[in-house]
């Protein structure tokens, strides 16, 4: 074929070259670009390691320029440069009223205690605009989880934020209701975790002591002569409160009182003293240091005990099932041999006591202060309250005392919960004089804890999976 012919047809021509085996002939780009390649390699033979890294420092700084040229020219000029501002990782100090919130951790379309805090950190400019549409960009994370209506006068919260203004504090608190208070804040290390690194816990819970008193008539009437499934909780009348109110704990049942609650000191298996979803006798111990009973004291015409525990962590209403155990126990004359029957032993409906009486004293961080107080000057704080001991006194009396008593003066909330363990003692048959668990109060994992028909029918008691989780407090 010719080639004018395989022109014709669309069949490239083959260069003779090609067919011969004949390598092609060099052209003059291709001669110039291989001899600019073999002077490069000659050149890098001869640089030393220095010469080759200050030529990588000057690309890369070459670089940096560009992508602020290019930045500059995209970037709104009236934009804040907020964003670019240094974020340094730092414990942040708190307290606040849980009266009116959902407890202290965020969840969607819920009012809780972090969601007005970083609202109030993304208004003082601690958080960034663009990081203000998600708490978890700042790594945001609390020592304690405390729950509905639980108040913290300590409580410490990491996270990366702004600290360049002198002033951030106070504009915080500005941006903050009243019952929430940013005592200040210091720089940790950036592997800080609030949760973590948290040795142990301070709680307080507050307590008028009328509920010690015997079980009244009329509760143990109702329970008597009206069918379970109609029987409901009467509230008392004032004069009644009037009564009860004047009552003072005998010697003989304070001493019963500090005895019990210095029963749950060292390491015990608590899964009989939270919910039972997710809890084994493998995640389920935990270890108090100590259980504190105050002397009585006298508060607006009522007698009242301060309890005080500090434990390494707590699960979730641990406390709260620690006190309503005791507070029954006392009302019923049960032995202190119970207590131990419940480490550990079958689960069986163990009475929540209010959470009205709650409250977080502070986080303990003794082990990393410790670490921290060998290294360099001004390498991180002391994660500790002192410094802010006469505030945070101040906001205890006026926003979580005081709060705590006028709540009980006006709604009488531990005389209904007393009331309701009368009412439906069915719920509690193994807290007895003899502390003997029948097989009735035994419950079963993972159905509703109580319902006054099932007892009615002497079926066994039911455990609760209505809560969240068995996460640590």
């Known amino acids: 074929m010719s080639s004018d012919a395989s022109q014709a047809q669309g069949v490239p021509e083959i260069a003779p070259s090609a067919i011969s085996g ?18 490069r390699r000659r050149n890098n033979r001869g640089q030393t390691g220095k010469d080759r890294r200050e030529h990588a420092k000057r690309k890369y700084a070459e670089r940096r320029r560009e992508g602020d040229e290019r930045g500059r020219e995209v970037r709104d000029p009236d934009e804040s440069n907020e964003s670019r501002l240094p974020k340094r990782r730092v414990a942040l100090l708190v307290g606040y009223c849980g009266s009116g919130y959902q407890g202290m951790q965020a969840n969607p379309g819920a009012h809780t205690i972090e969601r007005d805090l970083f609202k109030a950190l993304c208004g003082a400019g601690a958080v960034s605009a663009d990081n203000a549409t998600d708490q978890h960009k700042v790594q945001l994370q609390r020592a304690a989880r405390t729950d509905k209506g639980v108040h913290a006068a300590g409580q410490v919260v990491s996270l990366k934020m702004i600290i360049e203004d002198p002033e951030l504090v106070k504009k915080l608190n500005d941006h903050l209701p009243a019952q929430i208070r940013a005592w200040g804040f210091v720089r940790v290390v950036r592997s800080f975790n609030a949760k973590t690194m948290c040795d142990s816990r301070i709680y307080e819970y ?36 009037e009564l009860k109110r004047a009552y003072r704990v005998s010697a003989a049942t304070l001493q019963f009182v500090r005895d019990a609650f210095a029963k749950y000191n060292g390491s015990h298996d608590f899964r009989n003293f939270t919910v039972t979803k997710g809890c084994t006798e493998n995640n389920s111990r935990r270890h108090i240091y100590w259980f504190d009973v105050s002397d009585p004291m006298m508060v607006q015409g009522s007698e009242w005990l301060s309890l005080k525990v500090k434990g390494q962590s707590f699960m979730l209403h641990q406390i709260r099932k620690m006190v309503g155990l005791i507070i029954l126990m006392a009302r019923s004359g049960a032995p202190l041999a119970l207590m131990d029957k419940l480490f550990g032993g079958p689960l069986v409906n163990v009475p929540k006591a209010p959470g009205l009486g709650l409250l977080l004293e502070q986080p303990v961080f003794d082990g990393y202060n410790k670490r921290t107080a060998a290294q360099k000057e001004g390498a991180s704080g002391q994660v500790e309250f002192e410094p802010y001991k006469a505030e945070i006194d101040a906001f205890k009396q006026e926003f979580i005392y005081d709060n705590i008593v006028n709540t009980e003066l006006a709604e009488s909330t ?17 807290i007895n004089k003899e502390g003997v668990i029948p097989e009735s109060a035994i419950v079963v994992p993972g159905q509703s804890m109580f319902h006054p028909r099932d007892a009615a029918d002497g079926k066994p008691a039911e455990s609760s999976e209505d809560e969240h989780d068995g996460n640590d407090d």
């Open 414 to 430: 531990f005389d209904n919960w007393v009331m309701n363990t009368e009412v439906f003692p069915e719920q509690f048959t193994y």
């Open 22 to 39: 004949e390598a092609p002939s060099p052209t003059k780009d291709s001669v110039a670009e291989e001899s600019s390649g073999a002077k």
């Open 206 to 241: 507050l307590l008028p002591t009328y509920v010690f008193m015997e079980p009244s008539r009329r509760g143990r009437e109702i329970a008597e002569t009206i069918d379970i499934a109609e029987r409901e909780v009467p509230a008392s009348a004032p004069e009644e409160m």
